[in-house]
Nanobody, 122 residues
Framework: QVQLVESGGGLVQAGGSLRLSCAAS????????MGWYRQVPGKQRELVAA???????NYADSVKGRFTISRDNAKNTVYLQMNSLKPEDTAVYYC????????????????WGQGTQVTVSS
């Protein structure tokens, strides 16, 4: 059993900052990537920031220069530092991890957290 637990969401005024955290726990053999996505009602879930398998990082154009993703491998935790927040950043933010639960797993499986609400007031 694998769990991803996000924290750090909340209500903030435009121009403010938040730091999201997502910790993976449970039966984990190896984690390939951990990233962040977001979703607003009536729209598809979209990528916010996630590393590529080639080692670079993809950011949504709308967050480039304002958001920064980082990861603490020892803690199986990924962070999203969000600065200069805008009302259009309001969404439920989800973390995702591509991982193997055991050494016998051939494929990586994607797991999702439960989401954390970020609301930016104007």
């Amino acid at each position: 059993q694998v769990q991803l637990v996000e924290s750090g969401g909340g209500l903030v005024q435009a121009g403010g900052s938040l730091r999201l955290s997502c910790a993976a726990s449970g039966s984990i053999f190896s984690i390939r990537t951990m990233g962040w996505y977001r979703q607003v009602p009536g729209k598809q879930r979209e990528l916010v920031a996630a590393p590529t398998r080639g080692g670079s990082t993809n950011y949504a154009d709308s967050v480039k220069g304002r958001f920064t993703i980082s990861r603490d491998n020892a803690k199986n935790t990924v962070y999203l530092q969000m600065n200069s927040l805008k009302p259009e950043d309001t969404a439920v933010y989800y973390c995702a991890a591509d991982l193997k639960g055991s050494s016998s797993d051939y494929y990586y499986t994607r797991y999702w957290g439960q989401g954390t609400q970020v609301t930016v007031s104007s």
